[in-house]
Nanobody
């Protein structure tokens, strides 16, 4: 049975940092690219960051470049999203996705709220 579980969200002040984690089980984690998406109320889903199966290549949305870092630990079956210099517009539910020729498995999401 597949499980994808995000954690690490919460309330943070502008300029602060959070580290999201996504731990997976039930599939061969190390052959999947992994992605973080986010969806804010009333807005479409946005691809925030992506990392290849080996971790050798990463990509970021322009809106988060220089502030967010995606990484993974295949031995721990976990992908991370380090978020620094957070802004109110980063407020959203953040979802982890396992990608292999298309989106395959999703987590339930974790809420990130950036507010003073």
């Amino acid at each position: 049975q597949v499980h994808v579980v995000e954690s690490g969200g919460g309330l943070v002040q502008p300029g602060g940092s959070l580290r999201l984690s996504c731990t997976a089980s039930g599939f061969i984690f190390s052959i999947y690219d992994m992605r973080w998406y986010r969806q804010a109320p009333g807005k479409e889903s946005e691809l925030v960051a992506a990392i290849t199966s080996t971790g050798s290549v990463t990509n970021y949305a322009d809106s988060v470049k220089g502030r967010f870092t995606i990484s993974r630990d295949n031995a721990q079956r976990t992908v991370y999203l380090q978020m620094n210099s957070l802004k109110p517009e980063d407020t959203a539910v953040y979802y982890c996705n396992a990608w292999n020729f298309g989106p395959k498995y999703w987590g339930q999401g974790t809420q990130v709220t950036v507010s003073s």
